[in-house]
């Protein structure tokens, strides 16, 4: 039996807003000026989509030590 390859879940720019605790409009500025590289897909007018793993990666290059 094979298994399936793990699935990069894909988010409505609703849901990763609330996922990088920012707002719906934000996001929309950002992806128009090109901020931040989020790489979101066009998946046709006004649907956009935005992989979990960038979203991750966005968060992650955010993070910071403070020692």
């Not at 039996?1 to 988010?11: C, E, F, G, V």
């Not at 609703?14 to 934000?26: D, F, G, K, R, V």
Request: proline share 4%; charged share 25%.
């Amino acid at each position: 039996m094979s298994t399936l390859p793990d699935i990069d879940p894909l988010l409505t720019r609703h849901q990763a807003a609330a996922y990088i605790n920012s707002t719906y409009s934000t996001l929309a500025s950002w992806d128009c000026r090109k901020s931040y590289n989020l790489r979101p897909i066009k998946i046709s007018r006004g649907m956009v989509r935005y992989r979990k793993s960038h979203l991750d990666a966005f968060l992650k290059s955010k993070e910071f030590n403070a020692e």
